[in-house]
Every structure is written in structure tokens, then in C-alpha cells.
């Protein structure tokens, strides 16, 4: 059984926006910022769940987030991100993210927004056993997401957070032992569309964990909605999924849950001997008001 709810819009103050119309002179193109970019970090340290807020600033609010597990200059690997939650207040996002029962070494993660000053967009919430997928209503298209997989990393985590390439959806898919049975929600931030495209990047180099990244170079458009899908070993999860700034490199990065990092790169898929791949997509639009 799964459950679907839509959240409707208001409009938000958009301060000195007729002034700025006014004074633009006739026939020249108004140059408008990218949008704007928050951040929060949890404290770093050998707790095994942690949660970050990323705060938009005033008379803006959230439209797409992101978040990375950090391990510190020691490096690691193993924890699993559990949710980015795009639906908790207008302005900010919240990010969760746990380590396998008894995994040693200190963390922290860090949850990421991206602010508009521009009307709060749909958001769509659907939720399914497994797997769930939330799409945005007619004439909109997708320009944030969110999503949760309940229970502990080792019995199910998230393998796919994944955009379709009219940028009208997100499916989020789970894995793990008690994946079928996990209780998975998918979120869409909707609102009508802009220019917008989509950005994909794949890689199936050898180890883990999996980088991958890529990088649009059209001053025109920004960074909206990211998500990674991984394939592969049967504890391959996600611990980062970061929309870059105006100009900057947009990157996901896969991890094995439980799984220290020293053991990692000897890990290989169970039917063909590869070790499975990590994908990144993301929707780029021009800005918009």
C-alpha cells in the first residue's frame, strides 16, 4: 500500500523586484544571480546517526538539496546517507545519515540547499514498500527532491535516487536485506518549467569507493535536483550527492555500508565479477522568478 499527498504553493515577497524592473533599460537583459547556497554540518564524532539542517537566508526558500557523509583526513568510508528531507519547513533541508552498528572512527555530515527567491514549489510525497516514485503534476517539472529509507543501513539503504530524462519525476529505490519490505519515500519540489536539461555523468571504474562527477559550463543554467543511483555489491549505498555551485562541479559518490575502507576495493558484484557502477544526474534550468 502506498500513500501519495500534494502540497500546494504561496507566493513569496520578493523584495526590490519592481524597482529593479523599472530601471532596467529597454531592450537590455537584466543579469540575475545564480541562486543562493546554504550549508550545515553535525559535530564530528563516533555517534552512529547524525543529522545537519542547511538554512536558506531570508526571503528565500528551499528548492534542491544534497548532502556528503565527511570522514576527516583520515579518510573512511561506510556510512550511508538515509535522507534528505525537502519537506520539513519552507526554508531549510535536513539531511540524515548512520553508520553500521560498531563501525569505529569519528564523521559527520553535512546537508546542503539550494535557495530562490521565488515561489514555493509543489512538493509531491509518495511512499511504497521498496521502492516508491513521486511525480510532478502536469506542467511542472522537477527542480528539487527529497527522499527516506527507514531502518538500519546493514538491512536496507538507498541504491537509486534517480531523475527520468523529461525531468518530471524521482524514483528512489532501496537495497539491502530488507529492502522489499522497507518503507521508502520519494519527494518531488515541482513548479513550472524554465530552460531546463539534464546532467549525467556514470562511471565503472574498479573499487570502492565510487566517484563520479560532471560539470555543464552554460552561465545560463544552474544546478536544481541531483541524484546516484549505484549497481554492484549487494551493501553498495550512497554517501554523498552534492549539486554544485554556479560554475562549479556537480558530484555523487557510492560507498559499501558496513564495510571498512581497506576492504572495500576487493569487493565485486555477485553475477558477473564486475563491481558495479555509480551514476550522478542532475537537472540544470535557467534562472527564473
Given at each position: ?51 545537519a539542517t542547511a538554512t536558506c537566508p531570508e526571503e528565500t526558500v528551499s528548492y534542491a538539496g ?212 555509480l551514476t550522478m544526474e542532475a537537472a540544470l534550468s535557467g534562472t527564473f522568478h
Amino acid at each position: 500500500m502506498s500513500r501519495t499527498m500534494v502540497i500546494g504553493w504561496r507566493p513569496v515577497t520578493i523584495a526590490g523586484l519592481a524597482v529593479g524592473l523599472l530601471l532596467t533599460p529597454a531592450g537590455a537583459a537584466q543579469a540575475i544571480p545564480p541562486p543562493a547556497r546554504a550549508t550545515g554540518t553535525s559535530a564530528f564524532d563516533a555517534r552512529p546517526v547524525k543529522a545537519a539542517t542547511a538554512t536558506c537566508p531570508e526571503e528565500t526558500v528551499s528548492y534542491a538539496g544534497g548532502a556528503v557523509v565527511n570522514y576527516g583526513p583520515a579518510g573512511g568510508s561506510g556510512v550511508a546517507l538515509t535522507g534528505i528531507d525537502a519537506d520539513s519547513t519552507d526554508d531549510s533541508i535536513t539531511v540524515t545519515a548512520a553508520a553500521a552498528p560498531g563501525r569505529p572512527g569519528n564523521w559527520s555530515v553535512t546537508a546542503i540547499a539550494i535557495c530562490e527567491s521565488s515561489i514555493e514549489p509543489w512538493r509531491i510525497i509518495r511512499s511504497g514498500s521498496g521502492t516508491a516514485t513521486a511525480t510532478c503534476p502536469e506542467q511542472t517539472r522537477l527542480y528539487g527532491l527529497g527522499f527516506q529509507i527507514a531502518g538500519t543501513p546493514t538491512a536496507a539503504h538507498v541504491r537509486e535516487i534517480s531523475l527520468d530524462p523529461e525531468l518530471t519525476r524521482v524514483r528512489v529505490t532501496a537495497g539491502g536485506p530488507a529492502a522489499g519490505t522497507a518503507k521508502v519515500t520519494a519527494t518531488a519540489l515541482c513548479r513550472p518549467p524554465s530552460d531546463m536539461r539534464r546532467l549525467r555523468a556514470v562511471t565503472d571504474a574498479a573499487g570502492w569507493p565510487k566517484l563520479v562527477s560532471g560539470q555543464d559550463t552554460d552561465p545560463d543554467l544552474h544546478v536544481y535536483a541531483t541524484g546516484a543511483t549505484v549497481t554492484g555489491p549487494a551493501a553498495a549505498t550512497l554517501d554523498a550527492i552534492v549539486p554544485g555551485p554556479d560554475g562549479g562541479r556537480t558530484w555523487a559518490r557510492g560507498t559499501l555500508v558496513g564495510v571498512s575502507a581497506r576492504l572495500a576495493g576487493r569487493f565485486r558484484g555477485a553475477d558477473d565479477g564486475q563491481d558495479g557502477s555509480l551514476t550522478m544526474e542532475a537537472a540544470l534550468s535557467g534562472t527564473f522568478h
